[in-house]
């Protein structure tokens, strides 16, 4: 069984190849620079560059596996959540590709993509779990009974914890997307050296807020008066990735031990963050739990966690037709 796996929802244009569900045969990713200029993605721009790569990119994807499109056997796709015009270019173009191949069309969950990308990446993993989705979007805690049955066990009330690192980053006139250079530069500091908060941390309340960290930062660096640079900007870093990555692991283990589950998994763009996979593993060990981290290039968006959970699907008989619409919500 060969799937094609493509991904659109934001500023990556993605495809893979995958095999019985579990090897990935090539997976391609192109990242859209444009969006850099703006300090954050525009729609537009984005949509019109997934029109001018998609082709390009699931050529090349067929090419690295191997493969011709008369032996795919099955084509899934990202139609939810999303940036509605991104969505729309890349089940436009799978719906053209499904017609003319003959062959089924079965649209995913993005953030049910990150969630199997801990099966891609350990395919034995032991069930239940609680899984931490952390991306420049979304921040949930999810329970995972078996895959495709879920619990929602908690979320972001304002801003993702990625969304928090790009803001962070462009007061302090970094790149978009920020998440790498903070990280990056954060090395070394000392992350008790400026005091950032971190919300809505109550037993019991499995919800995450970041909106009040970014706000603390904008008003401290209005106290100092001018950006930190050198090691002050280090400190600073390090004690701004910090309170993310406390916010988020302790939560995730408290949602571990309230559930009582084996394993721990993550996913996400933020989950290519050395503290917080390191800090996740330090606490599940504690807890004498498994913990299942994908590699980063399996955290990111990319078009084989979503041929994945297409296999899935396909599996259990679900099939999309030429109807098949987009959603920028789940």
Same mark, same amino acid.
């Given at each position: 069984?060969?799937?094609?796996?493509?991904?659109?929802?934001?500023?990556?244009?993605?495809? *893979?190849?995958?095999?019985?569900?579990?090897?990935?045969?090539?997976?391609?990713?192109?990242? #859209?620079?444009?969006?850099?200029?703006?300090?954050? &993605?525009?729609?537009?721009?984005?949509?019109?560059?997934?029109?001018?790569?998609?082709?390009?990119?699931? +050529?090349?994807?067929?090419?690295?596996?191997?493969?011709?499109?008369?032996?795919?056997?099955?084509? *899934?796709?990202?139609? +939810?959540?999303?940036?509605?015009?991104?969505?729309? &270019?890349?089940?436009?173009?799978?719906?053209?590709?499904?017609?003319?191949?003959?062959?089924?069309?079965?649209?995913?969950?993005?953030?049910?993509?990150?969630?199997?990308?801990?099966?891609? *990446?350990?395919?034995?993993?032991?069930?239940?779990?609680?899984?931490?989705?952390?991306?420049?979007?979304?921040?949930?805690?999810?329970?995972?009974?078996?895959?495709?049955?879920?619990?929602?066990?908690?979320?972001?009330?304002?801003?993702?914890?990625?969304?928090?690192?790009?803001?962070?980053?462009?007061?302090?006139?970094?790149?978009?997307?920020?998440?790498?250079?903070?990280?990056?530069?954060?090395?070394?500091?000392?992350?008790?050296?400026?005091?950032?908060?971190?919300?809505?941390?109550?037993?019991?309340?499995?919800?995450?807020?970041?909106?009040?960290?970014?706000?603390?930062? +904008?008003?401290?660096?209005?106290?100092?008066?001018?950006?930190?640079?050198?090691?002050?900007?280090?400190?600073?870093?390090?004690?701004?990735?910090?309170?993310?990555?406390?916010?988020?692991?302790?939560?995730?283990?408290?949602?571990?031990?309230?559930?009582?589950?084996?394993?721990?998994?993550?996913?996400?763009?933020?989950?290519?963050? *050395?503290?917080?996979?390191? +800090?996740?593993?330090?606490?599940?060990?504690?807890?004498?739990?498994?913990?299942?981290?994908?590699?980063?290039?399996?955290?990111?968006?990319?078009?084989?966690?979503?041929?994945?959970?297409?296999?899935?699907?396909?599996?259990?008989? #679900?099939?999309?037709?030429?109807?098949?619409?987009?959603?920028?919500?789940?």
């Amino acid at each position: 069984m060969l799937v094609l796996g493509v991904d659109t929802s934001c500023d990556e244009t993605s495809a *893979a190849v995958l095999s019985d569900g579990r090897t990935i045969l090539s997976s391609i990713v192109a990242s #859209q620079a444009i969006h850099a200029q703006f300090g954050g &993605v525009v729609p537009e721009y984005a949509s019109r560059a997934h029109m001018q790569l998609i082709v390009p990119v699931v +050529r090349q994807a067929l090419e690295a596996a191997g493969v011709e499109y008369g032996q795919i056997d099955a084509i *899934a796709v990202t139609n +939810r959540p999303g940036l509605v015009g991104c969505l729309l &270019v890349g089940v436009s173009f799978a719906k053209a590709l499904a017609y003319s191949l003959d062959v089924a069309i079965v649209g995913v969950d993005h953030i049910e993509g990150h969630v199997f990308a801990a099966r891609l *990446a350990e395919p034995d993993i032991r069930l239940p779990a609680v899984c931490l989705i952390a991306s420049g979007g979304h921040t949930e805690l999810i329970r995972v009974d078996a895959w495709g049955e879920y619990e929602a066990l908690g979320r972001t009330r304002d801003d993702a914890a990625g969304e928090a690192f790009d803001k962070v980053g462009k007061m302090l006139g970094m790149t978009y997307p920020a998440g790498p250079e903070i990280e990056r530069k954060a090395r070394g500091g000392d992350p008790t050296a400026f005091a950032f908060p971190r919300a809505m941390m109550r037993r019991g309340n499995p919800d995450f807020s970041f909106s009040g960290l970014k706000t603390a930062v +904008r008003y401290k660096l209005d106290d100092m008066g001018a950006l930190p640079e050198g090691d002050e900007l280090r400190d600073f870093l390090a004690s701004f990735q910090a309170a993310v990555v406390d916010a988020l692991v302790i939560k995730t283990m408290w949602a571990v031990e309230d559930s009582g589950v084996p394993t721990v998994t993550l996913g996400g763009g933020v989950a290519a963050n *050395a503290a917080l996979r390191e +800090r996740l593993v330090e606490d599940a060990a504690r807890l004498g739990v498994s913990v299942v981290i994908p590699p980063r290039e399996l955290c990111t968006d990319n078009g084989a966690i979503i041929a994945a959970v297409g296999d899935a699907l396909l599996a259990r008989g #679900q099939r999309d037709g030429l109807a098949l619409g987009v959603s920028a919500s789940r």
